[in-house]
Structures are given as C-alpha cells and as structure tokens.
C-alpha cells in the first residue's frame, strides 16, 4: 500500500516541471491523479496528453484538464467534472505559477495582474470549488506552492507579493477549515532546477547557489517528497504552516 493509496489528487499547472513531479511522486504513492495545465497550441496539448500517459504508466487512473487556472468559470466547470470523473477530490495542489519580473518603477499594471491572477486567484478558484467536496468527504488536504512570499525578492513584487498571498490563503484556510478535517500548507521551494529557473542568466543562477548552505540547486523531487508527506496522513497535525524546501537558503 502506498501512502496515498485510495485518493484522488487534483494538481493545477502539472504538464511539467514541480507539478509533474508532484504528480507522478503522488501517483507512485498510489493516488489517483487529475491534473490542470493551460493549452494555448498544439505543442502545449500534446505536452498535456504525454504527462497524462507518463502518470497513467505508473499504473493509477490518470485525466488531463486543459484549462485557464485564473478562470474562476472555467475552474468551476473543470472542478465539477473532476468530481464527476473520480467521485472526490481528497489532494489540491495549487502549483500553477508564472513570473513576469519587473523592478517596481518600471512594472505595468499588466505584469502586476497577470501573476497576481495565475498565481493567486487561480488558487482561490481551486479551493472555493475543492472545498465543499472536502467538507462533504470531512476532510482533505490542501498545498499552495509559495516561493519567495516569505521574505519578499527586489525586482518580483509581482510575484513575491502573489506567494506572501498563497501563504495567507493556506493559513487562512486552515482555521477556517480544521474543524471540517481539512488542512492547509504552503511549500516554499527555494532555487529548483526547472523551465523556470533554466530561463535565468547564467551569472544570476550562480550568484544564488553560492547563498545555498548546500551548494546546490534544489531537484523537483526535494519538492514533491515533501508534497507526498503534506498530503499523506504522515502529516495530519500539521496545518498552516510553511515548509521552506531551499536547502537552508533561508533560515
Ligand atoms: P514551470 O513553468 O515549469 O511550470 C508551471 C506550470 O504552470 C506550466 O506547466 C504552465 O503551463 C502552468 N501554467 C502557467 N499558467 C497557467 C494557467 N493560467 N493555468 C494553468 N496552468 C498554468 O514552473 P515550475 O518551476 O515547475 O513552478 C511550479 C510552481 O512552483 C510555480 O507556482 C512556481 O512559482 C513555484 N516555484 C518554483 C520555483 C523554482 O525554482 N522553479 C521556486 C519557488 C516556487
């Protein structure tokens, strides 16, 4: 028995980089997985399709939803048929994210909304739909993927002002919703080795490992470990909290 085994898992933005990682880890932990990504191409539909095949290998049921995170509607509607697909909903990870870094004088209102709204109110869409399944099943367990929210970053407002808001969410939520059984964790992974990352500047991606005591850019799988115990029932005391995953960048 794996230690999802039994549960269903809706992960937003998991086409690649963490959340695939965090559903693949699930799914090998025995849970089944439903998973959200934009597609705005061919390209994107056809990465969508192969995550869905590389989940559905591991040999749990797996379903793909394309769709627009910040669409509250739209979320509505893919939420709705997540439910109808798999029977409940007992994992939500909010792992969609974008950047659009900017410093503050020079940040357009568009850069501003843009992550505030993949980022932030795409969760709000997921758990203001997610919930009242939880409640109905009396219990779940929600994952918001925070990242510099703790500590601010200078030329990402935008976006550490969008993860300071994910963490308030978790936190917010796990009071609201802990007599209902339902927890609320943010993750904060550090500097991890993805698509994300990979777009930085040679120099800047150095100059950031040298502030890691462990000398190393974090892998998806630092992240999705600690995804797998924030959803498990290892963790069932543990709500609104932080977990900073960065290899002790910062403490
Ligand atoms: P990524 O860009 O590789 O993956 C993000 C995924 O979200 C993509 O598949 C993308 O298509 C999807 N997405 C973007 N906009 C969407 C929308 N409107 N609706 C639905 N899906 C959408 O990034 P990643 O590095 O895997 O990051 C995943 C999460 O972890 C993000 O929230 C990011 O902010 C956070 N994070 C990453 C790092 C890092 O170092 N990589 C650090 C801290 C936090």
Not at 24 to 42: R, W
Not at 166 to 173: F, H, N, T, Y
Not at 210 to 217: D, E, F, H, M, N
Request: hydrophobic letters at 45%.
């Amino acid at each position: 028995m794996g230690l999802l085994t039994g549960k269903t898992a809706l992960i937003t933005g998991a086409a690649r980089g963490i959340g695939k990682a965090i559903a693949l880890k699930f799914a090998a932990e025995g849970a089944n997985i439903a998973f959200t990504d934009l597609v705005l191409n061919d390209d994107m539909a056809a990465g969508l399709e192969a995550t869905r095949k590389e989940i559905e290998a591991v040999g749990v049921t797996c379903r793909a939803y394309a769709g627009n995170a910040a669409d509250f509607e739209q979320t509505e509607a893919t939420v709705k048929q997540v439910k109808e697909d798999f029977g409940g909903i007992d994992i939500l990870v909010n792992n969609a994210g974008i950047t659009k870094d900017g410093l503050m004088l020079r940040m357009t209102e568009k850069q501003w909304d843009d992550v505030i709204n993949v980022n932030l109110k795409s969760a709000f869409n997921f758990v203001h739909a997610c919930v009242p399944v939880m409640m109905r099943q009396r219990g779940g367990s929600i994952i918001n993927m925070a990242s510099v929210g703790v500590h601010g970053n200078a030329g990402q407002a935008n976006y550490a002002a969008s993860k300071a808001g994910l963490i308030a969410l978790a936190k917010s939520i796990a009071q609201e919703m802990g007599p209902k059984g339902i927890r609320a964790n943010a993750i904060a992974p550090g500097f991890i080795e993805t698509a994300m990352t990979a777009a930085l500047p040679d120099e800047v991606r150095e100059e950031w490992k040298k502030k890691i005591p462990l000398r190393r850019g974090g892998q998806v799988d630092d992240i999705a470990n600690v995804a797998t115990f924030l959803a498990s029932d290892m963790s069932s005391y543990i709500t609104g909290q932080v977990i900073q995953v960065d290899g002790g960048m910062n403490m």
